[in-house]
């Protein structure tokens, strides 16, 4: 569902690294999906996303609308009894992945976010890493990531729920969840952006283990994307874009050095990594993807959220959590998580 730039690149990474088959694409527009469906060999378009989700020969619906239009998509797919794969971030907010999850389990089908970055083989070494103890206590964790777009990029439109949070912010928010849980307290600052978006934003974390976390993300233009992990024993220093296919390093007090090496890449080199897990869990009958499951996402839109009210960032579509749930509240500038009721 929406032939778009990442669509592209995900039919062009699962064509040549799978078996699996692309059997349909799906737009609001006939034109687009046809000319999409010529372009990769895809046996059938669709001028709606309805007439997709309707199709009796589709085991499995990958989202990549544009942000504002994951949880609706998702949702037309869910009610019909498909199996769904939804590009990141898998909603709006927390709400909306709630209510994702919610569908699913109750359909009895299988639901992920597509955050490729946790299905690559260089993020199942750091799993085993950071499960084995290999780095101490956690202390700290400081990832960013910034991009140079051209003014007409999606991203710089507010209708389209458009800044670097749900972009490019939503790796390192990820990174920091993934290995350090929800934070209890979180100040955030940002910079307004003349299109009417966000241009950037920094959030500062603690966590009840007394770790902390930084990140930065903006579109004002490339950064090294980096990402580190500190730990009382030793340190994990991930080699940048730390969300692609690469390498990294783990080094320790005496200087010595354990190098894991992954040859670098893009989304053709990686995309098909995830279709791959997915494809395998939903043969084996698994409702979610252990390399990101559901309450790992929506552990990150959590954050996302807090940082959203902090800023006063609002979304087009995100008025109404579909749940009633709130946003969190506390202090002026530094507030404190309340985790009840998160899976």
């Not at 690559?120 to 290999?134: E, M, N, S, W, Y």
């Not at 990832?143 to 777009?149: I, L, N």
């Not at 929506?298 to 609002?314: N, S």
Request: hydrophobic share 45%.
């Amino acid at each position: 569902m929406g032939p778009g730039w990442i669509a592209e690149r995900f039919t062009e990474s699962v064509q040549a690294h799978t078996d699996q088959v692309i059997a349909a694409v799906a737009s609001r527009s006939l034109s687009r999906s046809k000319a999409f469906a010529n372009a990769f060999n895809v046996p059938a378009a669709y001028g709606s996303y309805e007439e997709l989700a309707a199709a009796p020969d589709i085991d499995i619906v990958y989202v990549c609308t544009p942000h504002n239009f994951h949880h609706q998509a998702a949702v037309l797919a869910l009610d019909a009894g498909k199996h769904v794969l939804v590009e990141k971030p898998i909603g709006l907010s927390a709400a909306q992945a709630r209510d994702i999850a919610k569908r699913a389990e109750a359909a009895g089908v299988f639901a992920a976010e597509a955050m490729w970055s946790f299905f690559l083989p260089k993020f199942d070494v750091i799993r085993q890493i950071l499960d084995a103890g290999t780095l101490g206590t956690i202390t700290t964790v400081v990832a960013e990531y910034g991009e140079h777009f051209d003014r007409s990029h999606r991203i710089f439109d507010p209708e389209l729920a458009g800044g670097p949070l749900l972009d490019l912010g939503t790796y390192p928010l990820a990174l920091v969840t993934e290995v350090l849980g929800l934070p209890e307290q979180l100040h955030a600052i940002g910079q307004p952006h003349e299109s009417g978006v966000n241009a950037q934003l920094s959030a500062i974390m603690q966590f009840g283990s007394g770790a902390q976390a930084v990140v930065n993300t903006h579109v004002h233009n490339f950064t090294p994307t980096s990402a580190t992990v500190v730990g009382s024993v030793a340190t994990l220093t991930i080699d940048g874009p730390f969300n692609m296919p690469g390498g990294f390093e783990v080094r320790f007090p005496d200087g010595t050095r354990l190098r894991h090496d992954e040859a670098a890449g893009g989304h053709f080199e990686g995309l098909h990594y995830e279709a791959a897990a997915v494809a395998r869990a939903v043969a084996a009958g698994q409702a979610q993807a252990s390399q990101r499951t559901l309450a790992a996402s929506i552990r990150t839109l959590e954050v996302a959220d807090e940082i959203r009210r902090q800023l006063g960032v609002e979304f087009p579509g995100d008025t109404a959590a579909p749940d009633g749930t709130q946003h969190p509240t506390g202090a002026e500038d530094i507030t404190t998580f309340s985790t009840e009721g998160t899976p």
